[in-house]
Each structure stands twice: as structure tokens, then as C-alpha cells.
């Protein structure tokens, strides 16, 4: 079995600042990292995923993620968010072999200011 | 190409009613997956079928669900009768095989039970 936490639930951050979003993952066999972006309303979009190789993976929209295997984490960063990030961000993992569907953390809600 | 296509959009029922959802993946994905949106539980997988068979439904709350694939390009998620818990975001989502292959996600079915 696997977890995902997000370590915050909101994070307000004013335009052009850099802004990361945590991850923390647990599981007893390997796993692949996703990021995924709802916006209002709306369905979910990836943002970006590893699946294997460099622990830098770039996405779409300006933002990567680092993974780190000794503390099971998967940051996402972007260093200069737009109004338009304004938006709820899910981590999610899915098993690497055996069960396919992905388990999602709780999500965390970026708020950019003006 | 079009992405994962659901109907309704939007759904105010009464309860006590059935309620059906449909869902068509993306043309010659063989995985379909059900997911659930709460404020209180955040995203949970209902289930999850692969070659139109379910594979894993742990996640179907109770005997009142139902969810069915009779071809590679339909589903139903069935509620019956329907409660006002049942209220939510209901998501399909459709990927190709293999653990590491995008997820796609439809834009929702908002149900209301009153």
C-alpha cells in the first residue's frame, strides 16, 4: 500500500515570488510521482511526473520537481508564480508494477496575489 | 483527439433516486478508472477496469454503486437510490498500459442529492 501527504493545505504567495508546494510519499514498493493541477471547476491536468532517470523533472507551465528517494519526498517549485497558478495542486503516486490506479494526496491550495 | 468525455456535467437529484453517470476514454485506452471528490475525503479511486474488466473496487462505498464497462469506449457508474452523502465530484479518467503512462482525467460530473 501507498500514501501521499501534502504537508500544506494552503499556500498564499504574492505574484513573481517563487513558491514550493511538499510531498512526502510512502510505500512498500517502488512507485512513480505525478503532479497534477485542478483548476476551478474544472477536471485534473498533469503537471508533470518521474518516472525514472534525473531526480529534476520539468513540466508544464514553469514548474519542476525534485525527487529525493532517502526522504521519500517530491517538492514541487516554480520561481515566479502568475495569477493565473491560482489553483489546487495533488500529488499522486502509482505503483511502478501490480496495481495501477493512482493514490492522491489531500491536495494543496495555491493562492497568488497581486 | 478528443479527451475523456462524461455526462452530465451537472446532476441536482432527489434522494432516493438512481443516478447514472457515463464516461467515454480516450479511443484505444485500456485502463478506465472511477474517482470520487470530497471536501471531507479529498480524491478516492471507487475503480478501476482494465480491458473492460474491473480489476480492483475496493473503493465502491457500498452496495448502492455499481459500475459497469460493456465495451472499450463506455462506462456507468450507477447510484441506487441515491443519498445525500452521495454528493460530489465523479471522475473518470482513462490511461494506456503501463504503470508509468499518463492518467487523463475527464472534466467531472457534479452530482447534488437533495
Known amino acids: 500500500a501507498q500514501s501521499v501527504t501534502q504537508l500544506d493545505s494552503q499556500v498564499p504567495v504574492f505574484e513573481e515570488a517563487p513558491v514550493e508546494l511538499r510531498c512526502n510519499y510512502s510505500?512498500?514498493?517502488?512507485?512513480?510521482l505525478f503532479w497534477y493541477v485542478q483548476y476551478p471547476n474544472q477536471g485534473l491536468q498533469l503537471l508533470l511526473k518521474y518516472l525514472s532517470g534525473s531526480t529534476l523533472v520539468k513540466g508544464i507551465n514553469g514548474f519542476e520537481a525534485e525527487f529525493n528517494k532517502s526522504q521519500t519526498s517530491f517538492h514541487l517549485r516554480k520561481p515566479s508564480v502568475h495569477i493565473s497558478d491560482t489553483a489546487e495542486y495533488f500529488c499522486?503516486?502509482?505503483?511502478?508494477?501490480?496495481?495501477?490506479?493512482?493514490?492522491f494526496g489531500s491536495g494543496t491550495r495555491l493562492q497568488v496575489q497581486p | 483527439d478528443a479527451g475523456v468525455i462524461q455526462s452530465p456535467r451537472h446532476e441536482v437529484t432527489e434522494m432516493g433516486q438512481e443516478v447514472t453517470l457515463r464516461c467515454k476514454p480516450i479511443?484505444?485506452?485500456?485502463?478506465l478508472f472511477w474517482y470520487r471528490q470530497t471536501m471531507m475525503r479529498g480524491l478516492e479511486l471507487l475503480i478501476y477496469f482494465n480491458n473492460n474488466v474491473p480489476i480492483d473496487d475496493s473503493g465502491m462505498p457500498e452496495d448502492r454503486f455499481s459500475a459497469k464497462m460493456p465495451n472499450a469506449s463506455f462506462s456507468t457508474l450507477k447510484i441506487q437510490p441515491s443519498e445525500p452523502r452521495d454528493s460530489a465530484v465523479y471522475f473518470c479518467?482513462?490511461?494506456?498500459?503501463?504503470?508509468?503512462?499518463?492518467?487523463?482525467f475527464g472534466e467531472g460530473s457534479w452530482l447534488t442529492v437533495v
Open positions: 479511443s484505444g485506452h485500456d485502463y
Open positions: 479518467a482513462s490511461s494506456l498500459q503501463g504503470g508509468g503512462n499518463t492518467i487523463y
Open positions: 510505500s512498500s514498493v517502488s512507485v512513480y
Open positions: 499522486a503516486v502509482t505503483q511502478r508494477a501490480g496495481r495501477r490506479a493512482l493514490t
